[in-house]
């Protein structure tokens, strides 16, 4: 009874944060003169279990995103048997994503290309780009990503800082063809202040504008979260990843 009513939470909830992220869409639509604008949202499930997934899936949502390596290996795992089960009733072209937006270590750089990952939002230095692009070619694939930036300058933040992401990106393009870079991720500054969080969004939205000025394929800016998305969007983030809200 209780978990039946979580899943029905779940649903709305997700119906709920939709229509949000429509509006401030439409908003950033209106204001900058645009054609159609989509933001993809990435459900971050980091902290949830296979049975609320489960529920997010069959109300809509397909693209899931995952912090740890390991949880993204079980949640996949899982995920697979468990839609089996669903197969009656989950449309069956919804093709489901997984999205790796945590820190990633060099040592578990094959672990994570054995899942497949559709897209890597937290590539935080040459070296890692490095290593990544070097494994993908041992194995053949090309791999899409983004790089981390460290918008609000935080030490407690992994990325690149503002003013070296054009020449990494530069550098990556022209030095690692097993890399798919499309474009940008960041956390938003962790204050409470509303205007110092915009102005993390906005100044990495700069630097994105200046990297779709020179470069082909530059096309995802991954910002906001549960407590910022709606200002990211406001900025011109093109993707956002909500956990908390979404799971409550
Ligand atoms: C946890 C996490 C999120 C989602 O955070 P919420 O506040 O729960 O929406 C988004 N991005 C990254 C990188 C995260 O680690």
Not at 84 to 107: K, M, V, Y
Request: positive net charge; contains cysteine.
């Amino acid at each position: 009874m209780a978990a039946h009513r979580y899943m029905h939470n779940l649903a709305h909830n997700l119906a709920h944060i939709t229509q949000q992220i429509q509006t401030a869409a439409a908003q950033y639509q209106k204001q900058h003169n645009l054609g159609k604008h989509t933001i993809k949202l990435i459900a971050v499930s980091k902290y949830q279990n296979l049975d609320s997934m489960r529920a997010l899936y069959l109300a809509g949502q397909y693209a899931f995103g995952e912090n740890r390596v390991q949880d993204l290996r079980d949640k996949q795992r899982g995920f697979c048997s468990a839609l089996s089960d669903l197969a009656p009733t989950a449309p069956a072209s919804a093709p489901i994503e997984w999205h790796f937006i945590g820190t990633l270590q060099r040592n578990k750089i094959n672990s994570l290309l054995a899942l497949s990952p559709t897209l890597i939002h937290s590539i935080h230095s040459l070296e890692l780009a490095l290593s990544l692009d070097e494994k993908c070619r041992a194995k053949d694939r090309i791999q899409p990503i983004l790089l981390q930036v460290n918008a609000a300058n935080e030490p407690s933040k992994h990325g690149f800082s503002l003013e070296s992401t054009c020449d990494a990106f530069a550098h990556i393009r022209a030095h690692c063809p097993h890399l798919r870079l499309q474009g940008l991720m960041c956390i938003g500054a962790h204050t409470h202040d509303t205007q110092a969080i915009e102005e993390s969004f906005a100044r990495t939205k700069a630097l994105y504008d200046t990297l779709q000025a020179h470069f082909a394929g530059v096309e995802t800016l991954s910002m906001g979260m549960s407590g910022d998305f709606a200002y990211a969007i406001k900025q011109g983030a093109n993707m956002v990843r909500i956990g908390s809200a979404l799971f409550v």
